[in-house]
């Protein structure tokens, strides 16, 4: 199983920036995913999350400027990104809690580098 997470960069602050990650490998079903940060010198945090029913949840620090959705025919997950602020700035995870037979858990990408600064 991976999680492959693209589409980090440097940007501007007020800029956008769409980040994806796709999931592949051999499992039956993905329950929720969900984007984390990690922001230097700081604990990784959630940042978004989407459940199977496309139910969304956000940290408050984003609400408003960023979006989740997934395209379960693709098995691939995004965050969009407006209005950028500095302090988004950290490496960016993606996780997904799997189903696969009877069994359910969890995996991690590999994380994206998301700069935001003039």
């Known amino acids: 199983v991976q999680l492959q997470a693209s589409g980090g960069g440097l940007v501007q602050p007020g800029g956008s920036l769409t980040l994806s990650c796709a999931a592949s490998?051999?499992?039956?079903?993905?329950?929720?995913m969900g984007w984390h940060r990690q922001a230097p010198g700081k604990q990784r945090e959630l940042v978004a999350r989407i459940t199977s029913d496309d139910s969304t949840n956000f940290a408050d620090s984003v609400k408003g400027r960023f979006t989740v959705s997934r395209d379960n025919t693709k098995n691939t997950l995004y965050l969009q990104m407006n209005s950028l602020k500095p302090e988004d700035t950290g490496v960016y995870y993606c996780?997904?809690?799997?189903?696969?037979?009877?069994?359910?858990?969890?995996?991690w990408g590999q994380g994206t580098l998301v700069t935001v600064s003039s």
């Open positions: 996780n997904a809690q799997l189903r696969s037979a009877y069994v359910v858990y969890d995996w």
């Open positions: 490998g051999s499992f039956d079903g993905i329950n929720h």
